[in-house]
């Protein structure tokens, strides 16, 4: 994680971050030197250049030129990832970023994309002393950023980290039981008040749902409740953050095929992702009320699962007809809406890993959305989404779609056709609530099999960001 450096040793590993080469003053490079690297890069159009001083490795980094600020910033996290990459490969152990400009944020950009880009998830391999990253400690040395800048952004991505090792962690480590245990961790860790309820409590508050899904499975289901209440909050209300937190989707009796099982050890990206958000927000002291809530189970093939047809009383009473037991994700959240309504919410979002269909709209690229009652609070989050560049492509939420899902003998049925697959699910979503809603749906990028520049392979976080910049701009607004 980068900390602020003050002096620069002369054998100290460096990065020269730059618009243009020929700023960078004689204290680190040559006249020669310079000039080489005006040429190299004016002329051969590279982005970096690496002098190797009898492996002192100092490189000159180039800020590509780019008026959009959102996009720019991206450059230099992917520069940093690149760089970061670098000097593993010739084994350097530490490296300082010198914001030669005196440009904070591409400076901090660059900084963030090292660190993301660094995340290994090495805890089953044998040989993992190898394989580990020689490059661990990163300075940024920058007059015009300050401490604390650097430490938020330290906190952020420690809990992006922290969320892609719950969504790494196979299903044969991690059951609904283990998933709240981590959760209540990280609440310790964050001052976070944590509550599990176990499987009576979830039947006592008859969430039809969540047992539901859970019928199939031989571990219980848990409902976790984080709850991040600062002394004086800037919202009345609170912000409930609720997950999907399928610790692993076989589709039960609706069995998935082929290969769309074998990453499904991600399906609790949402709650995950939910958390880590709250122990972001906990661990900057945002003074923002904020309510987590992740209900979590397996979805498994078995005797006693749930098979199509079947009807089931939710949480608040509504019959659900499951036509497929592979729409289970909106079962569970259901639960979970149901019981944000007791909270008086001023906003619910979602996070889920809810549909294919989702994720063969937008791909990895971005974060489908749809909201109901919270247009502003979109706009917003889409901004938010630009600049951690964790996109947002807001759906159509028209009412005709709601038709799709009625069922002829329960209240609603669980799927709604073969069309618009993602708002669908989001209309059985929006059933249950009765305040502004925001769905987000993060099957495309939740997961990934190939690295994606500081996207690690496996999980990735994608949303924690986002959702941390949406709360401070919670602050910031007023
Ligand atoms: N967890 C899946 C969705 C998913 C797919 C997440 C790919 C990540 C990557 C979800 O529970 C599911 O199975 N959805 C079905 C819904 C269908 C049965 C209406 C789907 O998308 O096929
Ligand atoms: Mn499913
Ligand atoms: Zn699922």
């Given at each position: 994680m980068p900390k602020k450096i003050d002096k620069i040793n002369q054998e100290d590993n460096l990065i020269l971050l730059t618009a243009d080469a020929i700023k960078i003053p004689a204290d680190y490079l040559t006249k020669e030197e310079i000039a080489y690297a005006v040429q190299m890069i004016s002329g051969h159009k590279k982005e970096n250049i690496l002098f190797d001083r009898l492996g002192r490795y100092i490189f000159v980094q180039v800020i590509k030129e780019e008026k959009d600020s959102s996009k720019r910033l991206e450059n230099c996290r992917k520069a940093g990832d690149a760089l970061a990459?670098?000097?593993?490969?010739?084994?350097?152990?530490?490296?300082?970023?010198?914001?030669?400009d005196g440009k904070a944020a591409e400076t901090l950009a660059l900084g963030e994309g090292m660190a993301l880009g660094s995340y290994q998830?090495?805890?089953?391999?044998?040989?993992?002393?190898?394989k580990e990253n020689t490059l661990k400690s990163l300075g940024i040395?920058?007059?015009?950023?300050?401490?604390?800048?650097?430490?938020?952004?330290?906190?952020?991505?420690?809990?992006?980290m922290r969320c892609r090792d719950l969504v790494n962690e196979p299903v044969s480590h991690l059951s609904a039981g283990d998933l709240a245990k981590e959760f209540q961790k990280m609440?310790?860790?964050?001052?976070?008040?944590?509550?599990?309820?176990?499987?009576?409590?979830?039947?006592?508050?008859?969430?039809?749902?969540?047992?539901?899904?859970?019928k199939g499975s031989t571990d219980p289901p848990t409902f976790t409740i984080m709850e991040w209440k600062p002394e004086k909050p800037v919202n009345k209300k609170p912000l409930v953050l609720v997950g999907k937190g399928v610790v692993f989707d076989t589709g039960g009796s609706n069995l998935k095929i082929g290969t769309f099982m074998y990453d499904m050890k991600c399906d609790m990206a949402g709650a995950a992702t939910m958390a880590a958000a709250l122990y972001a927000m906990a661990g900057l002291g945002l003074p923002v009320h904020v309510v987590g809530l992740m209900?979590?189970?397996?979805?498994?093939?078995d005797a006693n699962a749930i098979a199509p047809g079947d009807i089931i009383a939710m949480a608040d009473?509504?019959?659900?007809?499951?036509?497929n037991t592979d729409a289970e994700g909106r079962l569970i959240l259901a639960?979970?809406?149901?019981?944000?309504?007791?909270l008086n919410p001023g906003l619910v979002i979602t996070a889920a890993t809810l549909t294919g269909a989702a994720s063969r709209a937008i791909g990895k690229y971005g974060i489908v959305a749809m909201q109901t009652g919270a247009a502003n609070d979109m706009e917003r989050l889409k901004e938010c989404g630009d600049k951690v560049y964790e996109r947002i492509a807001e759906f159509p939420f028209w009412d005709e779609y709601g038709e799709l899902i009625k069922s002829e003998i329960a209240d609603i049925k669980n799927i709604g056709g073969p069309d618009a697959g993602m708002i669908t699910a989001g209309k059985f979503l929006a059933h249950f609530t009765d305040y502004p809603?925001?769905?987000?749906?993060?099957?495309?990028?939740?997961?990934?099999?190939?690295k994606d520049s500081y996207r690690t392979a496996g999980g990735t976080g994608m949303g924690v960001r986002l959702l941390v910049e949406f709360a401070e701009r919670m602050v910031v607004r007023r």
């Open positions: 990459a670098r000097l593993n490969d010739l084994k350097a152990g530490s490296v300082v970023i010198v914001d030669v998830f090495l805890k089953y391999r044998k040989e993992r002393k190898e040395q920058s007059k015009e950023l300050k401490d604390e800048t650097i430490e938020r952004m330290n906190i952020i991505a420690d809990a992006v609440g310790k860790e964050a001052g976070i008040k944590v509550e599990v309820l176990n499987k009576k409590k979830i039947e006592s508050l008859k969430m039809g749902g969540l047992l539901a899904v859970n209900p979590a189970t397996d979805n498994r093939i009473g509504t019959t659900v007809e499951v036509m639960d979970a809406l149901s019981y944000a309504k007791k809603f925001i769905h987000l749906d993060i099957a495309g990028p939740a997961f990934i099999d190939k």
